[in-house]
Nanobody, 121 residues
């Protein structure tokens, strides 16, 4: 069964850090672009960051310089290190597997169920 499972979300104070993980099972991530998306209440889903199979990365302007995406193909896992968190980063974060060309539209092939990140004092 193909599955992506996110973990690492939670409640953090502004300025704090969290590391999200996305573990794949049932298929290998090696050849896929992996993306992180987020959706805040009442807002559209936003593509936050992605990393290609060759480790090329992309970050949205809203997280550039604060978030770092990485992948460990041996562990079939992708990570999102989030630093200097702001209240506006509060959202459900989803990981997805697909192809680089599909990341801007969000038309990825497989999706996790999401993990909630809440940034609040």
């Amino acid at each position: 069964q193909l599955q992506l499972v996110e973990s690492g979300g939670g409640l953090v104070q502004p300025g704090g850090s969290l590391r999200l993980s996305c573990a794949a099972s049932g298929f290998s991530l090696d050849y896929y672009t992996m993306g992180w998306f987020r959706q805040a209440p009442g807002k559209e889903r936003e593509g936050v960051s992605c990393i290609s199979s060759s480790h090329t990365t992309y970050y949205s302007d809203s997280v550039q310089g604060r978030f770092t995406i990485s992948r460990d193909n041996a562990k079939n896992t992708v990570y999102l290190q989030m630093n200097s968190l702001k209240p506006e980063d509060t959202a459900v974060y989803y990981c997805a597997a697909g192809f680089w060309r599909d990341f801007p539209s969000g038309d990825m092939d497989w999706w996790g169920k999401g993990t909630l990140v809440t940034v609040s004092s």
